[in-house]
């Protein structure tokens, strides 16, 4: 595979960075990633406009000239050049406030942010999704600006491999109590004919799933209501699902080894899914 | 000069890692810095006991061999190499979980951790030291494993930054109306006659110098507790001091731009910087 590593294509293997890149001293950077089908990228607007809010929030300038319009471009050579303009495909963008010597303090203006960026291909998990997943409550140990999507993913690392030696797929996050997001995905519950989830403050990632689920749970008369779900609310809960660009909507059926609801996916979640996918780029072929 | 990169010693120039690094994708490493005074190094069986800690706490494992004896090796050989026999230099060590294909949750156990280290000159602050240095204080954002020196410094990144941009030397941290520590260093205040810092908790990095001072403050007779410091009694400190492996014992004299105490370096962080002066490596010239 050719990934892109400031301004240029290189083979995967020869794509390096200094020691001295903040990404690697101090997980100073920002990314997103986006879907792509057919070649198409998914809601990539919603995906650029969020990584111009990390650099904001970060105080990371990117490099000129990197707009959308650039970042559409890029991201579709990519999936040129590595031959996934059939089929699903995910984009990887990172963005680094660059190489030099190392402080705290934020380096030299003219030092040149590092950009990086490599497409795969992709499975989406519709095994998993027919069969539903299953999750494990885990302390939200995270930061205080969850709502930037930085590198700074260490506590995400720790929690989803918490989750994954205990067997199960995502770790749902929960701070003063309340029901704040998973590792790496959003967290839906429907409890009492509603769907609540966190809303998007300081502590979650505002997930660009999550908010076209919201969009289109209006659609279908879906009662939605941004409010935490208190932990113990979980076993009220009927249904219980994940959002991701990965996982798009993902049906959770058990949490901490108990069944949610009739511990099988949920009619909400199958619904809220088929209008998802029924928005996803057209496929040339199945 | 030349660093030390996964068992081969390179130049800085050539000491490039693969952008699958865990460091670079997650700030998924630990790390150290150590000083050496005329090639000896100055506690480093501290800090090699508290990186083992970090690497405990993160769940990394470090390769076969690297214990402390190692470390010192390793440490000792970067000082020569780079011409650090005589004077002050700094010992910096990463390590990190390693490249890999990208996953949140662990890489395959067989994944070899990245280990990266270098020395290079230091210049102890002591013209700062000498007329005091200024803080403004500054929400502390960080997670809940402060006590982990991981590479996940985005937040620290962010108040040292804001600390400079309003042309002061440091930030310090505020959780909860409650002074946790500076962005690089641990904090100290003078109040009513008794030395006071915040307990190590999970919400501080438990400095070596921070150990050494509260050790050298009960020689020297002075009172110490460990106990937050809610930040609108900083007002009422006749002094205020920053420690850590570069600053030593460094006196804070202006904070949000009010003087402290007297406005000058003050007794008590004084003799604390002789007192700790008095324990490095003896020097074969000055």
Chains 1, 2 share one sequence.
Request: one cysteine or more; proline letters at 8%; charged letters at 20%.
């Amino acid at each position: 595979m050719r990934v892109f590593l400031n301004g240029e294509l290189v083979e995967r293997e020869q794509a390096l960075v200094p020691v001295d890149d903040r990404g690697f001293l101090f997980g100073d950077g920002v990314y997103e990633v986006v879907r792509a089908v057919d070649g198409s990228l998914y809601e990539a607007e919603r995906h650029w406009r969020r990584l111009a809010r990390s650099l904001d929030g970060t105080e990371i300038t990117p490099p000129a000239g990197l707009d959308a319009a650039a970042l559409d471009a890029l991201a579709q050579q990519l999936l040129d050049e590595n031959g996934l303009a059939a089929g699903d495909a995910l984009v990887y963008l990172q963005i680094t406030r660059g190489a030099a010597p190392r402080t705290h303090h934020f380096p030299p203006a003219t030092t040149r942010p590092t950009v990086f960026a490599s497409a795969g291909p992709f499975s989406p998990p519709h095994a998993l999704r027919a069969r539903g997943a299953s999750a494990i409550t885990h302390p939200d140990l995270r930061w205080a600006r969850c709502d930037l999507k930085t590198v700074n993913l260490l506590p995400n690392v720790l929690a989803k491999q918490h989750a994954v030696a205990a067997g199960a797929d995502e770790a749902v996050l929960v701070r003063d109590g309340m029901v704040t997001e998973g590792s790496s995905t959003n967290v839906f519950a429907v409890i009492a004919g509603e769907l609540r989830t966190h809303p998007a403050s300081n502590h979650i990632l505002p997930g660009v799933t999550r908010d076209v689920v919201i969009e289109l749970a209006g659609q279908l008369g879906v009662p939605v209501r941004e409010l935490p779900v208190p932990v113990e609310e979980l076993r009220e809960a009927t249904e219980l699902f994940l959002t991701s660009t990965t996982n798009d909507v993902m049906p959770v059926v058990r949490v901490d080894g108990r069944p949610v609801g009739s511990g099988e996916p949920g009619p909400v979640a199958g619904r809220l899914y088929a209008a998802l996918a029924e928005r996803m780029p057209a496929r040339t072929a199945v």
